[in-house]
C-alpha cells in the first residue's frame, strides 16, 4: 500500500523567506501525488499534482513542487512566503484499491506560519 | 457555482443520540467519499462511494453508515455516536474515481463535538 511521510508537523519561515515542505512517498509504481492546502475554518483545496507529466509541477499561488523518482520525494516549494500563505499543507498519494477505485492516502499534514 | 457542501457545520451531542451529517456536490461527479481528521493523523477514508448504491468502506469505518441513493448526496449517518467520534469530517467528490489522478473536492467541513 502506498504511504507518505511529511517531515516537520510544523514549520515557521518569515515574510519573504523561502517555503520548503517535505513530503516522501513509499510507492512500488509510478504514482500520482498531490499537494492539498488547507486554510483555517475551511476544507481542502488542491494546491498541485503530479500525474507524470513534467517533474517540475506549478500550482496555484506561486507553489511548485519538483518529483523525484531517486529520492521519492516530492517537495513543496514557494520562493516568498506571504502571510496569506499560513494554513495546513498536506501531501497525499493516490492509490487503486480492490474494485478499482482510487483512494488518497494522505500524509498528517505540515502546519506552515509566515511572521511579519 | 461547483461546490461541495456539508450540514450542519458545527454540531454537539451526546453519546448515543443518532445523527447524520449531510453531503452534496452539484457537479454530476460519480464518487464522492468522506473523511476525519484528527490532529496528528492527518486525513483518514471512512467510507467512499464510486456510483449510487454502491458503497464501500474506507480505513476507519467503525460506527459509521453511509449510503448513497441519488448520485448527489452522501450522507454520514452515526447511529450510535460515541466521544471517540469527535472530530472534524470531510465530505469529498471527484468525477468518477477511478484513473488516481483527479482532483477531489471538499466541502467545507463539519465539527462534530460528542459529550
Known amino acids: 500500500a502506498q504511504s507518505v511521510t511529511q517531515l516537520g508537523s510544523h514549520v515557521s519561515v518569515s515574510e519573504g523567506a523561502l517555503v520548503l515542505l517535505r513530503c516522501n512517498y513509499s510507492?512500488?509504481?509510478?504514482?500520482?501525488l498531490f499537494w492539498y492546502v488547507q486554510y483555517p475554518n475551511q476544507g481542502l483545496q488542491l494546491l498541485l499534482k503530479?500525474?507524470?507529466?513534467?517533474?517540475l509541477v506549478k500550482g496555484i499561488n506561486g507553489f511548485e513542487a519538483e518529483f523525484k523518482k531517486s529520492e521519492t520525494s516530492f517537495h513543496l516549494t514557494k520562493p516568498s512566503a506571504h502571510m496569506s500563505d499560513a494554513a495546513e499543507y498536506f501531501c497525499a498519494v493516490s492509490d487503486i484499491v480492490q474494485g478499482g477505485s482510487e483512494k488518497l492516502v494522505f500524509g498528517k499534514g505540515t502546519k506552515l506560519t509566515v511572521n511579519p | 457555482e461547483a461546490q461541495v457542501t456539508q450540514n450542519p457545520r458545527y454540531l454537539i451531542t451526546v453519546t448515543g443520540k443518532k445523527l447524520t451529517v449531510t453531503c452534496s456536490q452539484n457537479m454530476n461527479h460519480e464518487y464522492m467519499s468522506w473523511y476525519r481528521q484528527d490532529p496528528g493523523l492527518g486525513l483518514r477514508q471512512i467510507y467512499y462511494?464510486?456510483?449510487?448504491?454502491?458503497?464501500d468502506k474506507g480505513d476507519v469505518p467503525e460506527g459509521y453508515k453511509v449510503s448513497r441513493k441519488e448520485k448527489r448526496n452522501f450522507p454520514l449517518i452515526l447511529e450510535s455516536p460515541s466521544p471517540n467520534q469527535t472530530s472534524l469530517y470531510f465530505c469529498?467528490?471527484?468525477?468518477?474515481?477511478?484513473?488516481?489522478?483527479?482532483?477531489?473536492?471538499f466541502g467545507p467541513g463539519t465539527r462534530l463535538l460528542v459529550l
Open positions: 469529498a467528490s471527484s468525477p468518477r474515481g477511478t484513473s488516481g489522478q483527479e482532483t477531489q473536492y
Open positions: 510507492s512500488s509504481v509510478p504514482p500520482y
Open positions: 462511494s464510486m456510483n449510487v448504491e454502491v458503497t
Open positions: 503530479y500525474t507524470s507529466a513534467a517533474t
